[in-house]
């Protein structure tokens, strides 16, 4: 037999939600349509059998004026906890003659009217609000609906309490659809985004009502006759009062997800800047990388490592404190030295709060396995005018090599995203662990080669162009490695970049950047620089014209974008 749960629109403009359990309360389907001919439709797998439809508006109306005999039944128990009906009656012109559009349907289905029947396929007519009092124990309605005065937040933050009730029933098994109406709520950013998951909800209800009719009988009450119109609900506790709902009732972890939902554009806005100020380091140090990524953690993600439990215990039980990844950057690297200069960097231009290498956690336990650093960072006063959405925020910094990162995403994507047999378990751990040795091996070869090879860096480039006055970047390249032959290797781009800047200087032969570099003093700018981290050599030219130009450097077109940090580095230079 199917429980069917219909939140009937009185009118085709806004939506009807339909749920579907089956008898182990199993939630197959739930969806929101707005025709009498899609509502059939989507019905038509689970209603042409054994089913009870319970349909959330009139289906029978007899009387000319007033209150059906159900509505002042039940408003006598439910009133006080203001879950009263409206008046339902043939005056108003939905239902003019009697002709509901939940009779329609019904009839449409062959359902038969009588609750009291019990025949294998029938419809009831059921009321949510008085549904929802009498089933969670409230003191008054939740105001999820939109009327005059309530406020998106507001209303979220009732249905989001609907939702938390529904899914503690033992009887009920939601599954991954419940889910997403839970991610749609809580990333709602309109009223009309919140009522078409509010009608879905409200038919799950009415689907648990028909489940509770069927299993308990015993335990709902029959407002009305079946010839005038009945209305069936669970039976209101006759110990229950009016009043604001126990504070209990609204579970901590619904209070961090609603937060986390209210302020998530301002998460969004904190990512792009942390991705910004990290990419931003990098470059002005001239560490060569191969990708800097950012993101702010979704609201789904988020609500699901709230509620993550092991033995039934939440791992997380004060996620503001606990969650210290909802603004991440991943630096992706060459080489393992490179992961090392990245750290020290971060030391010196950040605040870091927590510093650790997985890697070494793995070795000194005797294995291989995940190996990545991971940085815990966070603003200094200095900068936070430059970049204000990371005051009081915490930024998780994950750097590894390309290898490193190879390794983590294929065994993150085969354990956590797929299935592994268990009788392949032991299996796969022993080549997991054989492939992160191999790798490592593969990381400590390349550091070697680089570190023996300190030839220049192959620039990919077009030809050459001859109408271009500046410097190829191949050649500044070949240069630089001679220049600062101890110097680590810069990104391809910035041979390219700081072609430009020598450009806009008049420099444009290495005859000339020869003459310009023969007075710097590679030995004071670099004492006064006190590089923590092995800069490239564009930025070790990049210092070095500063320190000859001065102001004017300072103040090239091509370097707007960073005037300020360029400022800050030539007062260092000069002492």
Not at 174 to 196: F, I, M, N
Not at 534 to 550: N, T
Request: net charge negative; charged share 25%.
């Amino acid at each position: 037999m199917h429980l069917i749960g219909i939140d009937l629109a009185w009118g085709l403009k806004q939506p009807t939600g339909i749920a579907v359990l089956d008898e182990g309360g199993r939630l197959l389907h739930v969806s929101a349509v707005r025709t009498d001919d899609e509502v059939l439709a989507a019905l038509e797998p689970f209603a042409a059998g054994p089913c009870v439809v319970a349909v959330d508006a009139p289906l029978l109306v007899t009387n000319a004026t007033g209150n059906r005999r159900a509505e002042r039944e039940l408003n006598a128990d439910f009133a006080k906890f203001q879950a009263g009906a409206h008046p339902t009656n043939q005056g108003k012109p939905e239902f003019t003659d009697g002709d509901t559009r939940g009779g329609r349907l019904v009839r449409r289905l062959g359902l038969d009217l009588d609750p009291r029947s019990g025949r294998p396929r029938r419809a009831i007519e059921v009321y949510p609000h008085a549904a929802t009092v009498a089933l969670f124990r409230l003191g008054r309605t939740l105001k999820y609906k939109n009327k005059p005065g309530r406020t998106l937040d507001g209303m979220r933050a009732e249905l989001l309490v609907l939702m938390g009730h529904l899914e503690a029933v033992p009887e009920l098994h939601l599954g991954g659809d419940w889910t997403a109406l839970r991610t749609a709520v809580e990333t709602a950013g309109r009223k009309s985004e919140l009522r078409r998951v509010e009608d879905q909800v409200d038919a799950v209800v009415c689907a648990y009502v028909a489940l509770v009719a069927v299993r308990r009988p015993e335990d709902v009450t029959i407002y009305g006759t079946a010839g005038e119109g009945s209305i069936v609900t669970p039976t209101l506790p006759a110990d229950l009062v009016p009043g604001p709902p126990p504070a209990a009732a609204v579970d901590p972890a619904l209070r961090a997800i609603q937060d986390y939902a209210d302020g998530y554009p301002q998460t969004v806005l904190a990512a792009e800047q942390a991705l910004a100020l990290v990419t931003q380091l990098l470059d002005e140090a001239g560490i060569n990388y191969l990708s800097i990524a950012g993101r702010a953690k979704t609201v789904a993600s988020y609500a699901e490592k709230v509620t993550r439990e092991a033995d039934g215990v939440r791992l997380y039980p004060d996620p503001v404190r606990d969650i210290g990844d909802t603004v991440g950057v991943r630096v992706i690297l060459y080489v393992q030295s490179d992961v090392v200069a990245v750290a020290e960097l971060l030391a010196d231009q950040v605040v870091v709060h927590d510093d650790r290498d997985m890697g070494s956690v793995t070795a000194r336990e005797g294995r291989f396995g995940y190996a990545s650093r991971h940085l815990q960072i966070g603003l200094d006063a200095a900068r936070a005018g430059e970049w204000p959405a990371l005051v009081d925020r915490r930024v998780q910094v994950q750097v590894r090599t390309v290898l490193q990162h190879a390794w983590a995403e294929f065994e993150h994507d085969i354990r956590y995203k797929g299935t592994v047999p268990a009788e392949h378990a032991s299996e796969f751990d022993r080549r997991f662990t054989l492939a992160a040795g191999l790798l490592e091996l593969a990381d400590q070869e390349f550091t070697a080669i680089r570190d023996r090879l300190r030839s220049p860096l192959s620039v990919e480039s077009e030809d050459d162009d001859p109408d271009d006055p500046r410097i190829a970047p191949r050649e500044l390249a070949a240069f630089l490695a001679g220049q600062y032959a101890d110097a680590g290797w810069s990104r391809p781009d910035h041979y390219d970049w700081i072609s430009g800047l020598l450009l806009e200087l008049g420099v444009t032969s290495l005859v000339e950047l020869g003459e310009v570099l023969r007075s710097a003093d590679e030995g004071g700018i670099a004492s006064r620089m006190g590089y923590k981290y092995p800069p490239g050599a564009v930025r070790r030219l990049d210092d070095a014209l500063l320190a000859g130009f001065g102001q004017r450097y300072v103040d090239l077109h091509g370097n707007a974008h960073r005037r300020g940090a360029l400022a800050a580095r030539l007062a260092k230079i000069a002492g």
